[in-house]
């Protein structure tokens, strides 16, 4: 058992770790997902926070990242490999870090404890309704993957069968005896992915039960979430992020405001509802757009507008349409963002920019191209730690004009 006791009070990071016993994770070195597992929470917190310096302290002051009060079982959404030994046993678990070998677990302690459960649940159902698992060698077999994703706030829960054809032998038997184990089960889906690819996910999709898609709720607003769409993965930390993030955006009502990688809409739905005059969010996944604009709906918003595209190819043709934002929102993947993206940025000279980054390293690349090329400085950086127990570090950054008033 770790116990932990960590609160942020005043902006500092206040922690009392008790801790009882290194409870490290059995498959800690051979699964590779949780870094930090070696460390308690506070000092993973230091590590984090020291990480953020070092790659960003010459831009902006760093505030104290802000922890989790119980940084166990935060993630919404689980995923579970297949593969039959040699001994016809199936075995569930996760890729051993950089290969494709499964690694076998049942339950893992930064995993929603029900989705593990419902895996382990599927893969006892297995043998006797005689599905075979995917082999990516020979391109046979049935179950490739499953994916779970649930709503903290709404309890609605989807699992999602990743299958290698699209046949699906039994499936109302199979169906209803997985909902009897289950009955939190909310929605069903086939995924259909034959392809040679990394990529869990395929393009096809079936609904086996309910509505194909779960609901949650953030910062007060409903969201609506497809197998394939990006969510945040941490809904607790999420809502420490975003109130960050709009926050920052200090909205007074009348402005415009740009969305830029708005995965769901999330961000710019929740600015939407908290007085920003008008919203644009911009996004490439058509998944993510679609459930975008429902959410919007949802939310009743009538403000609201999304578009599907490459962020950068839309804020070039924003800025050469001479659009005039007033705060823009940038979440771009690892990657971080593209030169087009920024210069355009430049170009049409926001007010605010708030930059929510999942990889100090491209936002550092990014801080110094802005610096070098405009007169955009950060003013505020906030780590959150999103990701406890792996070495990941998110932040979010404000950034305005030299001269502007912030
Ligand atoms: N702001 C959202 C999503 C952030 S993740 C949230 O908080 O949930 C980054 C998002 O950028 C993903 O949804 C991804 O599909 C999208 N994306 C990746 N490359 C992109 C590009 N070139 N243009 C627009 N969106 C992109």
């Known amino acids: 058992m770790i116990e932990y006791i960590c609160t942020i009070s005043g902006g500092k990071i206040m922690s009392k770790a008790v801790i009882t016993n290194k409870n490290i994770c059995p498959v800690y070195k051979k699964c590779g997902g949780c870094q930090l597992q070696n ?7 230091k590590y984090k926070q020291n990480k953020a310096e070092r790659y960003l302290k ?4 760093i505030l104290p990242i802000i922890g989790m009060d119980n940084p166990y079982h935060y993630r919404n959404k689980v995923q579970a490999a297949f593969y039959t030994s040699r001994n016809g046993k199936i075995i569930s678990g996760v890729y051993q870090s950089g290969s494709h070998n499964v690694v076998g677990i049942d339950s893992c302690q930064i995993e929603d404890e029900l989705a593990d459960k419902i895996i382990v649940g599927v893969r006892k159902l297995m043998p006797s309704f005689k599905m075979t698992t995917y082999n990516e060698d020979t391109r046979r077999g049935f179950l490739r993957h499953i994916l779970v994703k649930r709503g903290f706030a709404t ?7 990743v299958t290698g054809k699209p046949m699906f032998p039994s499936k109302n038997n199979f169906v209803k005896a997985i909902r009897e184990k289950f009955p939190e089960i909310t929605t069903i889906v086939q ?3 034959p392809y040679q690819t990394n990529l869990v996910l395929g393009d096809r999709e079936n609904v086996l039960y309910g509505k194909g898609y779960i609901e949650d709720i953030l910062c007060g607003c409903r969201f609506r979430i497809s197998p394939k769409s990006f969510y945040q993965i941490n809904p607790v930390q999420t809502e420490v992020l975003y109130s960050t993030a709009i926050k920052y955006a200090d909205l007074k009502g009348d402005e415009t405001v740009l969305d830029t990688y708005c995965g769901i809409g999330t961000i710019g739905i929740i600015a939407a509802k908290n007085g920003a005059g008008k919203v644009i969010g911009v996004e490439l996944n058509g998944d993510a757009v679609r459930d975008a604009i429902v959410n919007a ?5 009538k403000n609201i507008r999304f578009y599907k595209g490459d962020a950068g190819d839309f804020m070039r043709a924003a800025a050469q349409e001479d659009e005039k934002p007033d705060v823009v929102f940038m979440d771009p993947p690892r990657a971080g963002s593209s030169e087009v993206f920024l210069d355009s940025l430049i170009k049409m000279s926001p007010k605010t920019v708030v930059y929510v980054s999942c990889n100090p390293e491209t936002l550092a690349r990014d801080l110094r191209y802005l610096e070098q090329k405009s007169r955009y400085r950060a003013r505020k950086i906030q780590p959150v730690d999103m990701f406890p127990h792996t070495n990941h570090v998110e932040s979010v950054v404000l950034m305005s004009r030299v001269g502007s008033r912030q």
């Open 39 to 45: 460390m308690s929470y506070p000092e993973q917190l």
């Open 58 to 61: 010459r831009f902006g002051k």
């Open 155 to 161: 309890n609605q829960v989807m699992l999602v069968l």
């Open 191 to 193: 995924n259909i992915n």
């Open 297 to 301: 709906k949802a939310n009743g918003l």
